[in-house]
């Protein structure tokens, strides 16, 4: 199934990874959203649970091991191209993982990687993916 002009929308994943009061965040290397910060994450493989393509997805964009502790929130990004058709449909689920080992290593679809405070999240300059501010609230304390 392509991703671009699908025929039915496509499960994806996020890896919501939080340490020492940081969340993990990888800059996309890829369309949609190149250039953006986010969580690790992509598409749901055929007879894959969604923590294991989670932790799956986590491994192959940063190296970091971890543990699914289950997911937190479900929402979807659907952007269309100039003649109003459907060019990104995905439907994804935000896994919170407890982080076991490694330090970020972007490889895959990932162009950079590293751990984010909430400051830096907050912070205009950092060009992020939708959610990204929303879904860090969930699992990390945000001043005011």
């Not at 989670?54 to 952007?79: P, Y």
């Not at 984010?116 to 959610?131: G, K, Q, T, Y």
Request: proline residues 8%.
């Amino acid at each position: 199934m392509p991703r671009q002009y699908p025929a039915h929308p496509l499960p994806g994943v996020l890896a919501l990874v939080v340490r020492n009061g940081c969340v993990l965040m990888v800059q996309r290397a890829k369309n949609p959203d190149r250039g953006k910060w986010g969580f690790p994450g992509g598409l749901v493989e055929l007879g894959e649970t969604v923590a294991e393509a989670a932790l799956r997805e986590l491994r192959e964009e940063t190296g970091i091991v971890a543990e699914a502790e289950g997911v937190i929130d479900v929402f979807e990004v659907i952007t269309r191209d100039d003649d109003g058709l459907v060019r990104y449909h995905f439907v994804l689920n935000v896994v919170s993982c407890r982080w076991r080992a490694g330090e970020p290593v972007a490889a895959d679809d990932a162009a950079a990687a590293g751990w984010f405070a909430p400051a830096a999240i907050d912070d205009p300059a950092l060009p992020c993916s939708v959610n990204v501010g929303r879904l860090a609230r969930m699992v990390l304390p945000f001043p005011g």
